[in-house]
């Protein structure tokens, strides 16, 4: 009898042992990008891997959680419905925070990616790109913020948060300052937020530290991602090779100063964004120096 329980009960040890590691392996060992000063969270934009969903998206999104990330932001589904895609990314241990959506849903049809965030789960939703016709100008930018502040208001309703992400032709020259500037005093800071491209800060020529302190906790979200040194800035394009993306620390970006900024200015989600084609060998490269820069 005691020896039917000294079994019965090593047999239930080593069940527990087994579950216990069979967990931990679905977990990232450690938190990938955090280091002694920078805390994260980091995740991942998904578009930093678009060439490897086009090819297979339950690998590109069990890829993404050996990368150790745990939360993405979204640029499409890759051919799935919002709530299978939704299940996907749970099955694979990843939390999706916040995704991009098309200028002309947002002017004509906001309810519809309310209900297709919600489906998905984000708490964030935004803008990437606002069309326009050679440069950007300013009635441009008055029409955008007039979209911008009724889809604040009418995502606010649903819970959901709405931003802006810049992509460089904002920059164009206007009064005293810029049409970003003018984009900033103008669209309602309860329903309308920023997130910080730093490429597309850095490319058009300004100081992403500068416009950090300036604005503050406008800005909720950034996309991590440094320029190659050696890229002449200042165009106003919103245009670049891809292949001057770099892998984060190796570039033009003073990342300590940013960094520190960033952390002041309250940013809630910062997202690794790589659109160059060695994404796959320079996301490691980001994440480890992630991992020791000090600020």
């Known amino acids: 009898m ?66 150790g990330f745990r939360y993405v932001e979204l640029a499409g589904t890759y051919g799935h419905p919002p709530g299978e ?34 489906l998905l789960g984000l708490k964030y939703v935004g803008c990437a790109w ?66 910080m491209d730093v490429v597309w800060a850095v490319y058009p020529g300004q100081d992403p530290v500068a416009l950090l302190n300036r604005y503050g906790k406008r800005w909720t979200l950034m ?6 040194s050696g890229v002449k800035t200042g165009a106003l394009t919103g245009h670049t090779d891809v292949a001057n993306n770099v892998p984060i620390g190796t570039g033009q970006v003073d990342w300590p100063s940013l960094l520190r900024a960033a952390k002041k200015a309250g940013v809630k989600y910062y997202f690794i964004e790589d659109e160059s084609p060695s994404v796959l060998e320079q996301i490691p490269q980001s994440l480890r120096y992630l991992e020791q820069v000090k600020f």
């Open 85 to 118: 895609f939704k299940q996907m990314l749970a099955a694979h241990g990843l939390k999706p925070v916040a995704g991009h959506f098309p200028y002309e849903k947002f002017r004509d049809d906001v309810e519809s990616i309310a209900r297709e965030a919600k």
């Open 223 to 228: 996309h991590v991602k440094d320029l190659k």
């Open 130 to 195: 606002i069309p326009h016709q050679g440069a950007f100008d300013e009635q441009e930018c008055r029409d955008a913020i007039a979209v911008f502040n009724r889809a604040g208001a009418a995502l606010a309703k649903h819970g959901l948060k709405f931003f802006y992400h810049i992509h460089g032709y904002e920059f164009h020259p206007h009064g005293n300052g810029t049409l970003f500037d003018l984009m900033m005093a103008e669209t309602n800071p309860k329903h309308v937020s920023y997130e």
């Open 2 to 67: 005691k020896q039917n329980t000294f079994y019965l009960l090593m047999v239930l040890a080593g069940f527990i042992l087994w579950s216990t590691q069979v967990q931990a392996a679905d977990k990232p060992q450690g938190k990938a990008g955090h280091g002694k000063s920078f805390k994260g969270p980091i995740g991942l934009q998904l578009y930093s891997l678009r060439d490897q969903f086009a090819k297979d998206v339950p690998g590109t999104l069990a890829r993404t959680r050996d990368f």
